[in-house]
Each structure stands twice: as structure tokens, then as C-alpha cells.
């Protein structure tokens, strides 16, 4: 098995001045893969030289996965301290009482005494069932309240008070929410994972984190192509696809999905790309550490940006909102359309 020297992987820098990869592993296998699928691929990216790797209870696969980290760690593959595991508390699970039973089920699942950043998954408590349809609307769904959101923050910084987890941040945030968040906050997010890729760069959001000292991590950072049916439009752009990618992919003999992710650690946002299968997360991660893009050609990549949201997440809708897009506070505030309590 090909492997990447670690010291090799280039690292950010966290506010509080601790270093991570500047790239990690995602593991949502999205109904696609089995959990084993993904565990496998998690042990086998352990080896190759991943330490960074992005997880959720909603994902369905943390006891496959935490089998791996613990034969991984008893196998003297690495050490738990080397890893950087991080999972997200559930839409479900928002409750009072239910954000430290939530955590206890994911660290008994992972096999881990502690997470190294656990992060609220959506800003709202809007759940819905695996496999659900792009028409399916929860009856308990609403929008955004900061009153809501900040009794489950709460909780969040409580678990950071007990030891169980060393830091703590959000998902899916747009800089409305953040705006009304961080004022209150105890203990300020220290992520905000996103959808980002070159069709969607989200500057506005990407630039308000910086200034924040939020870190910024991508989900869908090769642009999703295998995101779930609900989601898909007819517009959608294809982004391996884009005529800028191809051509610089093209100058540097590579797939344009490697273009991606050299352009997302250059950026200064962490991608966490996901594949089960070797030859492209060793390629993946290799990638990062050799032949870097120009800045002639970061430019062309900031110039191709779409504004086109593809993880659209229309299964989060409240009853009485028009469309996916009042998930997004696209005015510049919070969308509430539709709503009557």
C-alpha cells in the first residue's frame, strides 16, 4: 500500500493556535455504501497517512467506524492523540437533556473517550428519517430561533466543561445565525462546516468566519455528484464538468477533482472529500502535497464561481416555507417565510 509521509500534509492553523490537516476524510456514505464499505476505506486512509476525519451520528456508521479506530490504535497504527475525530450532534437531538446522551452514544459507538470536536449538525431541530423524499415535511419543522438554538449551544459548552469533548462548533450556518449566535456564545464555535466547492465559494460566508476566527470546513468539496436525488436540479452544474477546471486539471495532469482540492487547502478551507475507494483517497490527500496551483490559476478558479448551492437540503423545510432557498436567509437575514406558530 502507497502511504504520505504525515509530516508531509500541509496543516492550518485553529484560533486557539493548535495545528490540523489542512485536508481530512469524510464519511458519509449517503445510503450508497455500506457502513463497513466506509470503515474500510477509513482503516486503509489511516495507513495511507490520513489523521483528520469527519463523521456524524446521522451517518449511521460510527460502531463500524469505531471498530477501525480501535484496531487501528491497538495495532499500533496510530496513536489516539495523532487523530483528529469529529462528529456532529443530530437534528433530533437538540433537546435539554438529549445533547449528552447523544455524545455518550457517539463515543461509545466510536470506542473514544473523548472527541476532538463535535459539532451541531443543522441549526435547527428539523429531523427526518433516512431515505426521506424531497416532498417530506416533518410536522415539527421550523425555522431558525436563536432562543432554541442557544439552550442546545449551551448544552454543547457543557460537554467541553466535562472533558468529553475539546472543542466545539456549528454546521450549515449562515452569517445571519452567526451574527445572533456569537454574541451569546460561552465558548465560541471554533468551525463551520459548509458546502463549499468551486461552483459554490461562499466568500461572503467563507470571509465572515475568517474575520471570526472560525475555521471553515467543506463538505461536498468535489461538488457531490452522488448527493441525494431530493436534491438534484436540472441547473445544476456539474462541477468536474467546468471548463476552468478541466483546463487547469489539464496543465497539471491530473483530475479536476484533485484541482479542487489543491485550490481548497490554497484557500485556507478544509476539504473532507469521500471515497471508498483507495487509488482516489490516496490521490486525494496525495495531492495537497505536491505541485501546487498558481496564483495566475487560483484567480481563474475564484472568477468560474456559480453561486449554485447543490446540497440544497429541501428535507429541512418548515410547513409554509416556499422552497430550499428560505433555509438559507439568502436577504441577508433570517428567513422565517411562511412560518405561524
Known amino acids: ?87 456532529k450532534l443530530w ?12 455524545l455518550t452514544k457517539t463515543l461509545k459507538d466510536l470506542q ?48 467541553v466543561d466535562m472533558g468529553l469533548v475539546r472543542h466545539i462548533g456549528v454546521s450549515n450556518m449562515t452569517v445571519p445565525k452567526l451574527k445572533e449566535m456569537i454574541p451569546l456564545c ?9 458546502e463549499i466547492h468551486p461552483a459554490f465559494q461562499q466568500w461572503d460566508t467563507f470571509e465572515y468566519c475568517q ?11 468535489l461538488g457531490s455528484a452522488e448527493r441525494p436525488k431530493r436534491d438534484m436540479e436540472s441547473t445544476d452544474t456539474a462541477v468536474m464538468e467546468m471548463p476552468e477546471l478541466m483546463q487547469i486539471a489539464r496543465n497539471h495532469h491530473v483530475h479536476p477533482a484533485l484541482i479542487c482540492l489543491k485550490w481548497a487547502v490554497q484557500r485556507g ?9 483507495q487509488e482516489e483517497y490516496f490521490s486525494n490527500l496525495a495531492s495537497v502535497t505536491e505541485d501546487p496551483l498558481t496564483e495566475s490559476e487560483m484567480e481563474i478558479i475564484k472568477a468560474a464561481d456559480k453561486n449554485d448551492r447543490l446540497i440544497k437540503a429541501k428535507v429541512f423545510l418548515w410547513p409554509g416555507a416556499e422552497n430550499w432557498k428560505n433555509i438559507w436567509d439568502l436577504n441577508g437575514e433570517i428567513d422565517r417565510t411562511g412560518w405561524t406558530k
Do not use: C
Request: net charge negative; proline share 7%; glycine share 6%.
Open 1 to 87: 500500500m502507497k502511504k504520505i509521509e504525515v509530516k508531509k500534509v500541509p496543516k492550518i492553523t485553529l484560533a486557539n493556535g493548535e495545528s490540523i490537516p489542512a485536508i481530512g476524510m469524510g464519511t458519509f456514505g449517503n445510503d450508497k455504501y455500506a457502513p463497513k464499505d466506509v470503515s474500510n476505506a477509513v482503516y486503509n486512509a489511516i495507513e495511507i497517512g490520513y489523521r483528520f476525519f469527519d463523521g456524524a451520528a446521522a451517518y449511521g456508521n460510527e460502531s463500524d467506524i469505531g471498530n477501525v479506530y480501535a484496531k487501528a490504535i491497538r495495532n499500533s497504527v496510530v496513536k489516539r492523540e495523532d487523530l483528529y475525530i469529529l462528529s
Open 91 to 102: 437534528n433530533n437531538m437538540h433537546g435539554k437533556q438529549d445533547v449528552l446522551v447523544a
Open 112 to 159: 473514544l473517550d473523548y472527541l476532538d470536536s463535535y459539532l451541531v449538525h443543522w441549526p435547527f431541530p428539523n429531523y427526518h428519517a433516512p431515505g426521506a423524499g424531497v416532498d417530506d415535511r416533518h410536522p415539527n419543522s421550523r425555522p431558525f430561533f436563536i432562543e432554541e438554538f442557544m439552550e442546545t449551544w449551551e448544552q454543547m459548552e457543557r460537554l
Open 186 to 194: 460561552r465558548i465560541k464555535p471554533l468551525f463551520n462546516e459548509i
Open 211 to 221: 474575520n471570526q476566527d472560525i475555521t471553515v470546513i467543506a463538505y461536498s468539496p
Open 269 to 277: 478551507h478544509i476539504p473532507v472529500p469521500f471515497s471508498v475507494r
